[in-house]
């Protein structure tokens, strides 16, 4: 009995107290003048062929201000209560786009054209209609660009979700500024899947560090835990203890 119960700890790589959690390895990665120790598990590459290139449209890596990372349906499921990791015949993680910078910043404050268009009903949006029924998972508004009859399998729809409405007799919100979250219809990487709904929404997770993540719908009634825990968990991988600036 003894024996048995030294041979599990010896399995589960020690049982005392300063053993609970496992060694990780990570990969040094410079971004925006921090240097960040991602555990490897989160490295873009070590996706499945496909994903990688259907997020990279997010936003091109064109400098060392940013960094795409993944965190899996399983990570995400284990740490944040309500979320869903099985949608879409399969397991759906995030794909998390990370800006660092004081420009990042700058841009973050800086008013969006499509958000102020979008408000206004000019330009592309000039015929913006917003939806009689509300996002179910958000309660948010659903603004269409364009009059036009919704359907549930068309690949490729786009919309806006806002929690207030937008009004072009009043000057444009901008502290903070108003920028609803861009959503569309996609069938993903999955064969023969459904098409789902996914939203692009920002946040800001510390003074200079801003992430980007697309969250499938179902998704959307936790993005606050999602957004807490993705800040709790990029701002711990900062290497030089003084630069951690954790709101």
Same mark, same amino acid.
């Given at each position: ?15 005392? %107290?300063? +053993? ?7 990969? *040094? ?19 499945? !062929? ?8 997010? %936003? ?13 349906? =399983?990570?995400?499921?284990?740490? !944040? ?15 998390v786009l990370i800006h660092v910078g004081e420009q990042i ?25 917003i939806m009689d029924q509300k996002e179910p998972n958000t ?10 009859? +919704? +359907? ?24 903070p500024p108003w920028k609803p979250y861009i959503c569309r ?5 999955? *064969?023969? =899947? ?23 719908? *179902? ?14 968990? !990029? ?7 003084? =630069?951690?600036?954790?709101?």
């Open positions: 009995m003894h024996l048995m119960l030294v041979l599990s700890c010896v399995a589960l790589i020690g049982c005392d %107290n300063d +053993s609970d959690r496992f060694d990780v390895p990570t990969v *040094e990665i410079p971004v925006g003048g921090k240097r960040f120790a991602v555990p490897h598990e989160h490295i873009m590459s070590s996706l499945p !062929i496909g994903l990688e290139r259907l997020f990279y449209r997010l %936003n091109a890596l064109s400098d060392e201000t940013e960094i795409l990372l993944y965190f899996s349906a =399983a990570w995400m499921s284990a740490h !944040i209560d309500g979320y869903q990791p099985v949608l879409n015949n399969g397991f759906e993680g995030d794909a910043k700058k841009d973050y404050a800086r008013p969006h054209s499509v958000s102020i268009d979008l408000w206004y009903k000019r330009g592309t949006y000039e015929n913006r209609v309660g948010f508004y659903i603004i269409q660009p364009i009059p036009y009859q +919704s +359907s549930p399998d068309y690949d490729g729809e786009q919309w806006f979700l806002s929690e207030t409405l937008p009004d072009e007799s009043k000057p444009y919100p901008q502290n219809r996609t069938s993903g990487i999955i *064969e023969n =899947a459904k098409v789902v709904t996914k939203c692009r929404i920002d946040a800001q997770i510390a003074h200079d560090i801003f992430i980007l993540v697309d969250f499938f719908s *179902e998704n959307l009634r936790v993005r606050e835990e999602v957004f807490a825990v993705l800040a709790k968990e !990029i701002n711990s991988w900062i290497i030089d203890k003084d =630069a951690r600036n954790e709101r």
